[in-house]
Nanobody
Framework: QVQLVESGGGLVQPGGSLRLSCAASERPFSSYAMGWFRQAPGKEREFVSAFDRSGGRVVYADSVSGRFTISRDIAENTVYLQMNSLKPEDTGVYYC???????????????WGQGTQVTVSS
């Protein structure tokens, strides 16, 4: 069972950037599809971005497309989420997720990290 640990959250002003990291306990990239979700206060958790096992197929939520970039470092067992042009509505707890199946990673992945807080405010 893969374990995921997020880091890199914090407070940033609107228009600023953050890079989130997700360290995995094993080498998941050839076995797992990986993704990011977020949950704003008082709202349900929502999908942000994901890639498949090969990394060749990537999807983004419309709300972050063009501003966020998901990537991975296979040697470091780490997935990243580069977030640019941040808006107050991007505020929330960001979760890393993994699943064996591409069809599930953007909907209901099996494995989750503990989350990292991102606050966008002036």
């Amino acid at each position: 069972q893969v374990q995921l640990v997020e880091s890199g959250g914090g407070l940033v002003q609107p228009g600023g950037s953050l890079r989130l990291s997700c360290a995995a306990s094993e080498r998941p990239f050839s076995s797992y599809a990986m993704g990011w979700f977020r949950q704003a206060p008082g709202k349900e958790r929502e999908f942000v971005s994901a890639f498949d096992r090969s990394g060749g197929r990537v999807v983004y939520a419309d709300s972050v497309s063009g501003r966020f970039t998901i990537s991975r470092d296979i040697a470091e067992n780490t997935v990243y989420l580069q977030m640019n042009s941040l808006k107050p509505e991007d505020t929330g707890v960001y979760y890393c997720a993994a699943d064996l199946y591409w069809s599930r990673v953007a909907i209901n992945p099996a494995y989750w990290g503990q989350g990292t807080q991102v606050t966008v405010s002036s």
